[in-house]
């Protein structure tokens, strides 16, 4: 029994180390490889030299490249965003939700910004800028197209507009003319969210038959500035016929990624913490997804793409493709819509739920619901948390029982010990027979923890991975439940001029929270191991500093479950204790 006892301990304490070096000391991605220039590779190549995916089945009529797949070459990535911009010719993005701009050269897909979501907690910061041209620092873009032998529209080519304004619920037709009988139509559409709807058209006035097949693509300049964590996934992303794959920044640097074919529905994007770009194709059509990396500059640049069929158009006759574009915040119900009710195949999916999906998908339905009631993210922890302990009710009853009787056992645990101190196997033997007629469970200590773990895991990533509790505010300091307490008892609340940082930014709740654990243990029949009882005793501070960097809303569930447990052992004990006086 102690074995067993030291093993859960052991995983227990495993699992708290583990969360804390992830957390405080997350890998850092290495420095950028060697500049090392790709070559576009021809669509009818089973992948070529950089994987560029053919245009699947039908490619060997088309005879094109995919445009821009090779590494960009610039040399300067420094451009101000905002003089790019101002210096060409633009369609303009004006929604509630939404605001930017699309090129007439190249309609590209890289001038967008988030109205509802601002940098940081003041709603005076400016609002989340997602998408930028190429030419600058942080190049982030999506774009489709046609692929070809014959002369096809580029970043270079200028369309014309029927508008210059794209509102929500509304569109714009653009047009480019080759010069050699091939007039090319493009419809961009926009909801009332962040997906867009591009339909491409060709009209073939030449004298030749023309092989064509349509892409779509997003291309990334460099990846996140956070340290990667195991708790969540960001970087490339695709949904194909074995369903979804997650490829990090960091597989990229050493591994290729084969193209997928696709034939079920899916799609191809770049997906952060909070924001996902992504292409996604006709549902109904089969495709072909790759992803890759090129280095130019010094720097890197991440393309993940989808190819469609190839396709022939008579002299006189025209083809058209449709395909979306979303590029916006992860919510939950925005990507359950589009996945449920306009049938994008699991793009719900671009939110990383985890291992213990189980639990933590009702846990973020549980908090939306009691948000619906209270309009407080924080106010919805602690009622969830009061939900969750009346359903394990039942198990941690027996158990406080247990553990109350167990510690009215202490005395005669007291005297195995002096009368079997030097034979430990009889001291084990006389003490499971003890346990045996007390109806006692010696473990009943180890299990409300070991109930808590997937609890807290997934409470952890609803905390961090969905968008909903982006600086959501709770009460007084705390202003963004997502982020860490920032209200620090190392610098004395701010009357030190110090910032500390690391595992020295401890806030005034993980203290609390800590004590909490502690006062909780004081009520637990102490382990009657030496070792362990120095343990548990050190606990509530490795806890204290672990949980200190860490959602404060995970603070405030931990330390609220921590004051509903010792309510519960409380009124437990006294009622164990006066069905013994009986």
């Not at 010719?89 to 050269?105: C, F, H, Y």
């Amino acid at each position: 029994m102690e074995e067993n006892r030291n093993f859960i301990l052991a995983i227990v304490l495993t699992i708290g180390i583990l969360i804390g070096w992830e957390y405080f000391f997350g890998v850092t991605p290495p420095p950028p490889q060697d500049p090392a220039a790709t070559e576009q590779v021809d669509v009818t190549s089973s992948g070529g030299e950089a994987g560029v995916p053919n245009s699947a089945a039908g490619s060997s009529d088309t005879g094109g490249t995919i445009p821009g797949m090779a590494a960009p070459v610039i040399n300067d990535f420094s451009a101000v965003r905002d003089d790019v911009i101002s210096s060409r010719s633009n369609v303009t993005i004006e929604t509630e939700r939404l605001t930017g701009s699309i090129s007439l050269q190249g309609l590209r897909f890289d001038d967008l910004s988030l109205k509802d979501y601002h940098e940081t907690v003041d709603q005076t910061s400016p609002i989340v800028t997602l998408l930028n041209p190429q030419s600058s620092a942080d190049g982030y873009f999506g774009e489709f197209g046609w692929i070809s032998s014959a002369q096809m529209p580029n970043v270079d080519s200028v369309w014309t507009a029927n508008k210059s304004r794209l509102g929500a619920n509304d569109s714009v037709v653009f047009t480019w003319d080759n010069g050699e009988g091939l007039v090319f139509t493009r419809t961009i559409a926009l909801d009332s969210d962040y997906m867009f709807t591009v339909t491409q058209q060709i009209q073939n006035n030449s004298d030749a038959t023309v092989g064509a097949a349509t892409y779509g693509r997003v291309y990334r300049s460099g990846r996140t500035d956070e340290p990667p964590l195991f708790i969540l996934h960001e970087g490339p992303v695709r949904v194909g016929t074995d369903g979804k794959e997650e490829i990090s920044f960091e597989d990229l640097e050493d591994d290729e990624y084969p193209r997928d074919e696709v034939s079920e529905g899916g799609w191809a994007g770049i997906t952060t913490k909070e924001w996902l770009v992504a292409v996604i194709p006709d549902q109904n059509e089969d495709f072909a997804t790759n992803v890759l990396r090129t280095t130019e500059n010094g720097g890197e640049q991440f393309h993940v793409n989808f190819a469609t069929n190839g396709i022939q158009i008579a002299p006189g006759a025209s083809a058209q493709k449709t395909a979306r574009f979303f590029a916006g915040a992860k919510e939950v119900e925005l990507l359950e819509h589009y996945t449920e009710i306009e049938g994008v195949r699991m793009l719900d999916y671009a939110i990383d739920w985890g291992w213990f999906y189980f639990i933590t998908i009702p846990i973020y339905w549980g908090l939306n619901f009691f948000y619906g009631f209270v309009g407080n993210f924080g106010i919805s922890i602690l009622l969830l948390t009061v939900v969750i302990k009346a359903v394990l009710f039942p198990m941690a009853n027996k158990q406080y029982e247990s553990m109350a009787r167990m510690k009215k056992l202490a005395p005669k645990m007291q005297e195995l010990k002096e009368r079997y101190g030097d034979d430990r196997a009889k001291m084990q033997q006389e003490t499971m027979a003890m346990y045996k007629k007390e109806n006692v469970n010696p473990l009943a200590s180890c299990l409300p923890i070991l109930i808590q773990i997937p609890i807290f895991f997934s409470l952890y990533k609803v905390l961090y991975v969905t968008i909903d509790m982006r600086h959501a505010p709770f009460f007084g300091w705390i202003k963004d439940l997502s982020a860490p307490d920032p209200l620090l008892v190392t610098n004395l609340f701010g009357l030190i001029p110090w910032e500390p940082t690391g595992f020295l930014a401890i806030g005034i709740l993980p203290v609390f929270m800590g004590f909490t654990m502690w006062f909780q243990q004081k009520l637990n029949p102490p382990p009657t191991d030496p070792v362990q009882q120095k343990v548990f005793a050190f606990m509530p501070i490795i806890f204290t500093f672990i949980l200190a960097g860490f959602s404060v809303g995970l603070v405030i569930y931990w330390t609220w479950n921590n004051i509903l447990t010792i309510a519960q052992q409380w009124v437990i004990m006294r009622r164990v204790a006066a069905l013994e006086e009986t």
